[in-house]
């Protein structure tokens, strides 16, 4: 039995990785903001600096895996949030994590998203990589929510790209998953917003595969990752989208 760490656990993807971790016999310990085995605020510092401090005492003997399944979407009325919750959120956890991964081994999952790739303000995208808080203000008020929210996956997948050498030097596997439309209670609320209703049918028509993605799409394709079945898989980034990036970026290697 190996012991995993969820964030975002409550509902969507972080609950289907989770059902699918405890159904194969493995021990899951569930963070959210509002109800798991671990409580906590990934939007702040604060709550970053407690959620890890909790993680820590929970696998002091080592961690298995960690998946990254937090998130704010493109439709929030805080964009804030946005970068707070999807980037940092998901990379302080990894970071503070990387020893006791690397104590037996173990593989990080993090979730980027088929929008990645889209446009957006490279500024953003760089600052949060470089961790500089007064660009990232300043960006953030001159771009949509939709923009903060491709721009945090692009940054996730770029951040995994730049670090994944050194982490499995160490001994860890970092991938991550980059998801296109799943229905989740976050797309929902933005597929029922009648600002946004009308463009999400068009792009569900435009799915090569004919459908939207169900969350057990997402979490057999995390499950794959963390196994040893990936043993050599390290720093890729798995599309699950019913092939729709490919349709967006045929030449795209």
């Not at 999807?86 to 302080?92: D, L, M």
């Not at 898989?233 to 699950?240: A, F, H, Q, T």
């Amino acid at each position: 039995m190996g012991l995993y760490i969820v964030t975002g656990a409550a509902s969507g993807i972080g609950a289907a990785i989770s059902q699918r971790l405890e159904d194969d016999g493995e021990k899951v310990v569930r963070l959210d903001r509002q109800e798991g085995d671990i409580i906590a605020d990934l939007a702040s510092e604060e709550g970053r600096s407690k959620a890890l401090q909790r993680c820590l005492e929970i696998s002091e003997q080592g961690l298995n895996g960690l998946v990254c399944c937090a998130g704010v979407g493109g439709a929030s009325p805080n964009a804030a949030l946005i970068p707070e919750v999807n980037f940092y959120g998901s990379i302080a956890l990894l970071e503070g994590l990387k020893d006791v991964l690397a104590a037996v081994r173990g593989s990080a999952v993090l979730t980027s998203s088929n929008s990645a790739p889209h446009e957006t303000d490279p500024n953003y995208v760089a600052a949060l990589l470089n961790d500089d808080r007064a660009l990232l203000s300043q960006t953030l008020s001159e771009i949509s929510p939709h923009a903060a929210y491709s721009g945090s996956k692009q940054a996730i997948s770029k951040w995994l790209r730049r670090n994944a050498p050194e982490y499995a030097r160490a001994g860890v596997r970092i991938n991550a998953v980059a998801p296109g439309y799943t229905r989740t209670a976050m797309t929902m609320a933005t597929e029922n917003d009648p600002k946004f209703s009308a463009a999400i049918r068009e792009f569900l028509a435009a799915i090569p595969l004919g459908r939207a993605g169900e969350v057990k799409d997402i979490a057999d394709a995390i499950g794959f990752l963390l196994s040893s079945e990936a043993s050599f898989v390290s720093g890729s980034i798995l599309y699950v989208d019913g092939g729709h990036d490919a349709m967006l970026r045929p030449d795209a290697i």
